[in-house]
């Protein structure tokens, strides 16, 4: 599997690192779990409907993050990324904490894909 990400989703990332610094350690198990599962998984992830284009972003809801103790795969961060069945790659699209804002970011989703 191959992963690449987002400009803007290395920004996510470097704002939410100040606040948990156990989130890139925490990102690669998810990136071993999605080697093994990168298809929706609910309830710890789905497919985003109703976007009007025909790649696939799936949006996990259920991340483990240590930083946040005691709170476990509830910890309110949420990851989507776009999957590429035929080429067997990711590309992380968004990384938000749910108490940033309520859903992802629609237009950074239809801007970088089809």
Known sequence: MNFEE???FRKDLKKLLKRYRTLNDDLSIVRRVLEVNP??????SYRIADLGIKTCIIKVKKIACRALKGQ???SGLRLVYAYYTDSKKIIFVELYHKSDKA???RVRIKNNFE
Do not use: Q, S, T, W
Not at 39 to 44: A, L, N, V
């Open 6 to 8: 987002l400009a803007e």
């Open 39 to 44: 298809d929706e998984r609910p309830p710890f």
């Open 72 to 74: 476990g795969v509830n």
């Open 103 to 105: 859903a992802e970011d």
